[in-house]
């Protein structure tokens, strides 16, 4: 929220050559309800291990993602989502959906890294991450969409909920997230998260 009491946000692109500069940043962000602490890879990163036949990069941005002393509480890994466009000469031309995306509730956070919606076929190399802090959600909701899709909303104050897609099959995953949610809202251990100005 700006000093006006409206609701505001700030992107900031960077890439593999200088994320060293911010990663401070955001780590420092992240930690300032919880104390100081640092990143790093630990036992709790190991819980992803199991994706690396399946997409190795959100592997990786998944295990980057946590902080020291976080507690991974449930993860879901949603490969991109394409449907049929176009037959034409026996080929078949497919449009992209969604991206991959991954979210990750932590007892602190919930994560989602998704890759960057793509302009040319190669261009795969990209995340995009959220970081949002327990206290700030308001609601998790889920709903079915066309196409046997479902879409995660993650409801925040005064502003649009961030939604992603799902596949039908990650369904009961889905329904597990929502339950570990409610049981992480209804404890002492989800605390209300100060603003940052």
């Not at 795969?124 to 046997?148: A, E, F, M, N, T």
Request: hydrophobic letters at 40%; proline letters at 6%.
């Amino acid at each position: 929220m700006t000093q006006h009491g409206v609701a505001a946000s700030t992107s900031f692109k960077f890439n593999a050559v200088t994320d060293y500069l911010f990663t401070p940043i955001l780590r420092r962000i992240r930690l300032a309800p919880h104390g100081p602490g640092a990143a790093g890879l630990g036992p709790e990163s190991e819980k992803f291990d199991d994706w690396a036949g399946r997409n190795y990069k959100l592997m990786n941005f998944a295990k980057r993602s946590l902080l020291a002393g976080e507690r991974a509480v449930h993860a879901i890994l949603q490969p991109e989502i394409r449907t049929r466009a176009l037959t034409l000469l026996g080929k078949t031309l497919s449009r992209l959906v969604s991206p991959t995306h991954i979210c990750i509730l932590t007892d602190r956070e919930l994560i989602t890294v998704r890759e960057e919606d793509r302009r040319g076929a190669n261009d795969k190399y990209g995340g995009i991450w959220d970081y949002v802090p327990l206290g700030k959600i308001v609601d998790l909701s889920l709903s079915q969409k066309d196409g046997g899709l479902f879409e995660l909303s993650i409801h925040l104050p005064e502003v649009a909920p961030l939604q992603s897609l799902y596949e039908a099959s990650l369904e009961r995953e889905l329904n597990e997230l929502l339950d570990r949610f409610g049981e992480l809202a209804s404890s002492a251990l989800l605390t209300p998260t100060p603003e940052i100005r």
